[in-house]
């Protein structure tokens, strides 16, 4: 059973393939039987070439309005040099990510038949709004033989520590109750330090939970040769966006890799995107594999109150990946397009 609720939601379907999965999401959150309120979000590259628009203060404002933000994919085609590089990463989804405070990244992963990983079933949480990503540093000289540039990692106790409960929190409620934290601890000692004592700290709230700790590198082994050793993946933010494209890879691909990009604290709306981008090679082809942006769509509900809806719609997914006429199968068969496989995910509601 679906609530009573109607839930406002900002849509961004953006650039390349983003439009078409988010139908394709949207369509299955229908079919779940929720009701939202959507409202259209030209962002992206396309709206910037034709607007100058990357985000105004004033979309923002009103995208603080919503209940939730689903976001398709932004980004020019690779290889493009109309948008300059940067532009729409730092302007608009770290802004978004910043603005709104979506300190986790959440991305799960279930492996699908055939992966490498094919019955791995863990969860990176990605701290979202620190580490690299927060732009410190800067040139000096720049442009001569003596120039510098710098780019430090923005590490504050409270971020780390908010990060690190959710994540605790998390395992607390998953059947393995394991929680790893990966870093760089040996050679990043003033950022590891911190992290790692945030993480002994919290640890004894959580006796349940047992924990553990791997170096990044040694990570990127395991994820391939031991996957099954995670459960709760718990990083900085440029070590979680590294590693959760290998976890994708392995899991079975990128396609199938969803996010939530998390304001825990509920200040503002949370936003869901699939991990991966636009795509621009195959938009418009009806190649595009919406399981990633259905599977984004549905932590979207499970965080909007939609716990059975969400459920159901991740039962239909996990069904269609294992009995479904592959999306995945041997290379040369064909593939279901974009629309069938929304359709196949509905049907099974
Ligand atoms: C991701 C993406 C983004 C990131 C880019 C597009 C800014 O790679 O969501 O993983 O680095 O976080
Ligand atoms: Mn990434």
Redesign the pocket.
């Known amino acids: 059973m679906s609530t009573d609720r109607t839930h406002s939601v900002a849509v961004i379907g953006g650039d390349g393939i983003g439009p078409e999965v988010v139908a394709e999401a949207l369509k299955v959150v229908a079919a779940a039987g929720v009701r939202l309120r959507t409202t259209p979000y030209e962002l992206g590259a396309a709206h910037y070439l034709q607007t100058g628009e990357v985000l105004s203060d004033a979309t923002l404002d009103e995208l603080r309005a919503h209940d939730a933000i689903l976001l398709g994919a932004?980004?020019p085609p690779v290889g493009s040099s109309e948008v300059p590089p940067g532009l729409?990463?730092?302007g608009l989804?770290?802004r978004l990510?910043f603005e709104l405070d979506l300190y986790v990244?959440l991305r799960p992963f279930t492996g699908t038949p055939g992966a490498l990983a094919a019955d791995c079933d863990f969860a990176v949480v990605?701290e979202?709004t620190e580490g690299t990503?927060a732009g410190e540093g800067g040139f000096l000289r720049k442009g001569t033989p003596h120039e510098v540039a710098t780019q430090g990692s923005v590490n504050t106790r409270m971020g780390v520590e908010r990060c690190v409960r959710f994540a605790f929190e998390l395992a607390a409620r998953r059947a393995a109750r394991r929680l790893t934290l990966v870093h760089k601890t040996n050679v990043l000692t003033f950022a590891g330090d911190l992290w790692q004592r945030v993480v002994d700290e919290v640890a004894p709230q959580y006796p349940g939970v047992s924990c553990d700790y791997n170096h990044v590198d040694a990570a990127c082994i395991y994820l391939v040769e031991q996957p099954g050793r995670y459960d709760v993946v718990v990083t900085d933010?440029?070590f979680?966006?590294i590693l959760?494209?290998l976890a994708g890879a392995v899991a079975g691909g990128i396609g199938f890799a969803a996010?939530a990009?998390l304001n825990p604290a509920r200040t503002g709306p949370s936003l869901f995107?699939p991990?991966h981008?636009a795509a621009h090679d195959i938009a418009g082809t009806g190649r595009a594999n919406p399981l990633a942006a259905i599977r984004s769509a549905a932590m979207m509900l499970e965080h909007l109150g939609e716990h059975a809806p969400a459920e159901r719609i991740g039962k239909a997914v996990a069904s269609y990946i294992s009995e479904g006429p592959g999306a995945q199968g041997p290379p040369g068969s064909p593939v279901p397009s974009t629309v069938a496989i929304g359709d196949a995910v509905a049907e099974r509601l």
Do not use: A
Request: charged share 30%.
């Open positions: 932004v980004g729409l990463e730092r989804l770290l990510r990244n990605r979202n990503y933010n440029l979680g966006d959760t494209d996010s990009n995107e991990v981008g």
